[in-house]
Nanobody, 123 residues
Framework: QVPLVESGGGLVQAGGSLRLSCVPS????????MGWFRQAPGKEREFVAG????????NYADSVKGRFTISRDNAKNTVYLQMNSLKPEDTAVYYC????????????????WGQGTQVTVSS
């Protein structure tokens, strides 16, 4: 598997912000769509945000639209998830994932996953 390393998680108060980073160790990083998923305790993993290989197209879950921003810097080999106005319901383990295509697809196309980073939002 392709290593994907997430960082930037932590404990914040409601209304605060965090920026997650994902650094894949592969030369062809820029050829693939990337995404962020999250999994809360006792719940199934859910899609949060995705971005095409070029960064020209993005997609968000309705629950995070207007608050989260996914971006990528192919020159720096990094994908980001800027999370603003955090809510307690955002608490979850966040995972970086690499798609098998250059564009954003259904969950079946997400083949490689990071180890996850914990985000906890207190009230």
């Amino acid at each position: 598997q392709v290593p994907l390393v997430e960082s930037g998680g932590g404990l914040v108060q409601a209304g605060g912000s965090l920026r997650l980073s994902c650094v894949p160790s592969e030369r062809s990083f820029s050829a693939y769509a990337m995404g962020w998923f999250r999994q809360a305790p006792g719940k199934e993993r859910e899609f949060v945000a995705g971005i095409s290989s070029s960064g020209g197209s993005v997609n968000y879950a309705d629950s995070v639209k207007g608050r989260f921003t996914i971006s990528r810097d192919n020159a720096k080999n990094t994908v980001y998830l800027q999370m603003n106005s955090l809510k307690p319901e955002d608490t979850a383990v966040y995972y970086c994932a690499r798609n098998s295509r250059s564009y954003i697809t259904s969950s079946g196309q997400w083949l490689y996953w990071g180890q996850g980073t914990q985000v906890t939002v207190s009230s």
